[in-house]
């Protein structure tokens, strides 16, 4: 049987993505913008997975905590030593990769999960049993409009109507003039 979701307070919620801030934010070393920047993130990756109950929102931080490993793990990788880069390496990297794609679908399974029903709302009665259909059949509705054809073009400026850019020399004439109409 599937546990139903609980979603928690706000409250609560910024618990969580308090301590997550204060695992992958906070670095010593580093300026209050940056890190603004990198909580900012990191809140909008995790809120992005629109986390409702405990489980999602640790599951969507953990997404997070993961990707931070990850891009560690890789520019350590790419820009480090020879045995950074090592097959044992890259080995490492891809099964980490692996780790939070499995996550992601941990959490996608979990926001599949029916909400639970309030214990302090009240309850309700049986819904109703659907009507009876009537035995005449409805009209079709009538057919829609074809749709309208593509907007024409607009005319093109006349040549001598348009003002070059500012800084530009005017383009030359072309070679070809037409003949002067006769009255």
Known sequence: ???????????????????????????PGESAAENAERTKRMVHTAMGFEPRDGMEYMLATLVQAQYEVILKATKDALQGTE?????????????????????IRALKTARERPLAEDEDAPQTAQPEPPKPQPVHPQPAPPPRAARPGPMPAPPLPDRKTVTPLP???????PAFHAPPKAA
Do not use: F
């Open 1 to 27: 049987m599937t546990t139903p979701c609980h979603p928690i307070p706000a409250s609560l919620a910024q618990h969580y993505l308090a301590q997550t801030k204060a695992a992958l934010c906070d670095r």
């Open 83 to 103: 045995d950074a880069a090592s097959p044992k390496a890259i080995s490492a990297l891809a099964a980490m990769n692996r780790v939070m794609l499995s996550t």
């Open 167 to 173: 800084g530009l020399p005017r383009p030359p004439e």
